[in-house]
């Protein structure tokens, strides 16, 4: 499954240059939220562009 996620990541930082280059210093949990945040909106835009492309 390591492998899976790994190439689930090397897919959306291939598509997402914001994710190449994220430095977020996490020292609050407020901090953490915005990453994963990100990540999250990143994921769904990936899937909207894969849905939009096959149709």
Known sequence: IRVRVEHAFAALKGRFQSLRELRLKVTRDEDLHVAIYWI????????MIIRFESD
């Open 40 to 47: 999250m909106c990143c994921m769904i835009l990936h899937n």
